[in-house]
């Protein structure tokens, strides 16, 4: 059975710092690309940042230079470090493991991050 658990959301000020966890079990984590994407209340979800097996990292323009993605393949857990919060980075954050031949594809079930004073 595949699991995708998130963790570390919670409530933080603008300017603060958060860490996301996805904890992944059920797939062979080595070769999955791994995403974080976010859907704010009454906006379409959007993707945040990726991270390929190799190592390859991408992030949205939206948030370059804050948020930094990154994958520990030995625990099966992805990052998604997150700085310079603002109120808009509201949003509950989601992991997603995609398979990179086959294409199926996973979610975990969401965290929470709110930004405000």
């Known amino acids: 059975q595949v699991q995708l658990v998130e963790s570390g959301g919670g409530v933080v000020q603008p300017g603060g710092s958060l860490r996301l966890s996805c904890a992944a079990s059920?797939?062979?984590?080595?070769?999955?690309?791994m995403r974080w994407y976010r859907q704010a209340p009454g906006k379409q979800r959007e993707l945040v940042a990726s991270?390929?097996?190799?190592?390859?990292?991408d992030v949205a323009v939206s948030v370059k230079g804050r948020f930094t993605i990154s994958r520990d393949v030995a625990k099966k857990v992805v990052y998604l470090q997150m700085s310079g919060l603002k109120p808009e980075d509201t949003a509950v954050y989601s992991c997603?493991?995609?398979?990179?031949?086959?294409?199926?594809?996973?979610w975990g079930q969401g965290t929470q991050v709110t930004v405000s004073s």
């Open positions: 997603h493991a995609m398979h990179p031949i086959i294409a199926t594809g996973y």
């Open positions: 059920g797939i062979n984590f080595s070769i999955y690309t």
């Open positions: 991270i390929t097996s190799s190592g390859i990292t």
